[in-house]
């Protein structure tokens, strides 16, 4: 049974920082491209950050130089670690997991309030 757990969401303040965290179960952790997503009251649901499994990163140009992913297959979770958080970061935080050979994977969500 895949399961993805996200953990750290939170209320701050603008201009502070938070660091996600998404422990995975039940995949083949180390061969999964991992990604965040994030969808904010009335909007779509975005791409925030990817990482490879060979550690290469992607980031939405919104969040760039103040949000960082990262993954330690050791303990098979991924983290984002987000800074200078703004109110428009303000929203549910998905973990993502994927293959090409099993697809996408979710986790349940984890809430994050920027205030201003």
């Known amino acids: 049974q895949v399961q993805l757990g996200e953990s750290g969401g939170g209320l701050v303040q603008a201009g502070g920082s938070l660091r996600l965290s998404c422990a995975a179960s039940g995949i083949i952790f180390r061969l999964n491209t991992l990604a965040w997503y994030r969808q904010a009251p009335g909007k779509q649901c975005e791409l925030v950050a990817v990482?490879?499994?060979?550690?290469?990163?992607h980031y939405a140009d919104s969040v760039k130089g103040r949000f960082a992913i990262s993954r330690d297959n050791a303990k098979n979770t991924v983290y984002l670690q987000m800074s200078s958080l703004e109110p428009e970061d303000t929203g549910v935080y998905y973990c993502?997991?994927?293959?090409?050979?099993?697809?996408?994977?979710w986790g349940q969500g984890t809430q994050v309030t920027v205030s201003s």
């Open positions: 990482i490879t499994s060979g550690g290469n990163t």
């Open positions: 993502n997991a994927y293959t090409a050979l099993y697809g996408n994977y």
